[in-house]
């Protein structure tokens, strides 16, 4: 299994209040995604990274922010959390970029519910 | 858009028996077309990558096909088994970018014993 740790697996919280997510990698690879999941979606993606302090928007990027200071970490914050947050978040891995053949790997995933 | 559509939503078949999963994808410019499973509670995991000059590729009892003329792809599972049962996503994305994947909703598949 590719090293990807996210953290933390479930969380709670309140509407209103900041959330960080955190991925990090034991792999050394370049690119980094940050994806959700919801029932009757697809993946759809947030952010991804293509380098330390590269980042870039994807399909679904409002209200959430990214940060990558270290190759191997990959944060997601949610600044002020809403009940539309609500969902699994997954974070990828790839040696080269995903659009290419390089292979997708995938964390366990975040459970987040906002109440 | 890029889209992909794939078919049935959901699927239950009994052990040992085989299926066969559709997508149809709506994705210019092709670069490949590739098929995860995802257990429940689980990450998605690839089963197989195939670029355009691909039109069978196989995992075990997991065989790929791609018929890039039609824009479809089908997953044939062959003597299914419990640990099969998860959702299967199918993913085409436009060549040449970091951000273009574009996933199916998936297949749910059930295998009762």
């Known amino acids: 299994d590719a090293g990807i740790t996210q953290s933390p697996r479930h969380k709670v919280t309140e509407t209103g209040t900041p959330v960080t997510l955190r991925c990090h990698q034991t792999e050394n690879h370049r690119y980094m995604y940050w994806y959700r999941q919801d029932p009757g979606h697809g993946l759809r993606l947030i952010h991804y990274s293509y380098g330390v302090k590269d980042t870039d928007k994807g399909e679904v990027s409002d209200g959430y922010s990214v940060s990558r200071s270290k190759t191997e970490d990959f944060l997601l914050t949610l600044e002020s959390a809403t009940s539309s947050q609500t969902s699994v978040y997954f974070c990828?891995?790839?040696?080269?970029?995903?659009?290419?053949?390089?292979?997708?790997?995938f964390g366990e995933g975040s459970r987040l519910t906002v109440l | 858009k890029n889209q992909v559509e794939q078919s049935p939503q959901s699927l239950i078949i009994l052990e040992g028996k085989n299926c066969t999963l559709q997508?149809?994808?709506?994705?210019?410019?092709?670069?490949?077309l590739r098929w995860y499973k995802q257990d429940t509670g689980r990450g998605p995991v690839s089963l197989t990558i195939?670029?355009?000059?691909?039109n069978t590729k196989s995992n075990g009892r997991y065989t790929a096909t791609l018929d890039a003329d039609t824009k479809q792809s089908s997953l044939h599972i062959t003597a299914s088994q419990l640990s099969d049962s998860a959702s299967y996503i199918c993913?085409?994305?436009?060549?040449?970018?970091?951000?273009?994947?574009?996933f199916g909703k998936g297949t749910h598949l059930i295998i009762q014993p």
């Open positions: 990828a891995i790839s040696e080269i970029a995903g659009g290419n053949t390089g292979e997708l790997f």
């Open positions: 195939m670029t355009f000059s691909e």
């Open positions: 997508c149809n994808y709506t994705v210019s410019p092709f670069s490949n």
């Open positions: 993913v085409a994305p436009p060549g040449g970018g970091a951000d273009g994947l574009t």
